[in-house]
């Protein structure tokens, strides 16, 4: 909690099951009005239940969608298929420039290290996300 309290990068998190991770990422994109944190989430049941904290905490978010520009939001959610179109990587890194990305998490990143190259093949190019300084 410390290292994202004083923003260190890259961070890796390996917390057990039931212990509320997601208030690793969600407070401090309460905390940062104007600053966004990208979750890139690879089951796509599991962003109701971010969603219901988010309204409860009245967190602002999106999903992201490529035929418009996200309003003013803390959080916003995308799909791992999308987080590596041009579309969305130009959206970032333009954000970026302007310093509005705070934050990039991959939600269940140990799906990709666990996974075959036949699973989902597009999740190896997230590292291309690297690239993008947050």
Same mark, same amino acid.
């Given at each position: 909690?410390? !290292? +994202?309290?004083?923003?260190?990068?890259?961070i890796?998190? %390996?917390?057990?099951?039931?212990t509320? =991770?997601?208030?690793?990422?969600?407070?401090? !994109?309460?905390?940062?009005?104007? $600053?966004? /944190? #990208? %979750?890139? *989430?690879?089951? +796509?049941? @599991? &962003?109701?239940?971010? *969603?219901?904290?988010? &309204?409860? @905490? $009245?967190?602002?978010? !999106?999903?992201?969608?490529?035929?418009?520009?996200?309003?003013?939001?803390? +959080?916003?959610?995308? %799909?791992?298929?999308? !987080? *590596? *179109?041009? $579309?969305? @990587?130009?959206?970032?890194? @333009?954000? &970026?420039?302007?310093? =509005?990305?705070?934050? %990039?998490? #991959?939600? =269940?990143?140990?799906?990709?290290?666990?996974?075959?190259l036949?699973?989902?093949?597009?999740?190896?190019?997230?590292? /291309?996300?690297?690239?993008? $300084?947050?």
């Amino acid at each position: 909690v410390n !290292a +994202i309290i004083i923003n260190k990068s890259p961070i890796v998190m %390996i917390i057990g099951i039931g212990t509320r =991770k997601s208030l690793c990422f969600m407070l401090p !994109a309460a905390s940062y009005p104007g $600053r966004l /944190t #990208v %979750i890139i *989430i690879l089951l +796509i049941s @599991l &962003q109701g239940n971010l *969603i219901d904290w988010y &309204q409860k @905490l $009245r967190i602002s978010y !999106a999903e992201w969608r490529s035929d418009r520009v996200p309003g003013d939001v803390l +959080i916003m959610f995308i %799909i791992p298929e999308s !987080a *590596i *179109i041009k $579309r969305f @990587l130009d959206f970032l890194e @333009l954000w &970026q420039v302007m310093a =509005k990305v705070d934050r %990039i998490i #991959v939600n =269940k990143c140990h799906m990709i290290m666990e996974g075959s190259l036949s699973f989902r093949p597009k999740l190896y190019k997230l590292g /291309t996300l690297a690239l993008i $300084r947050v």
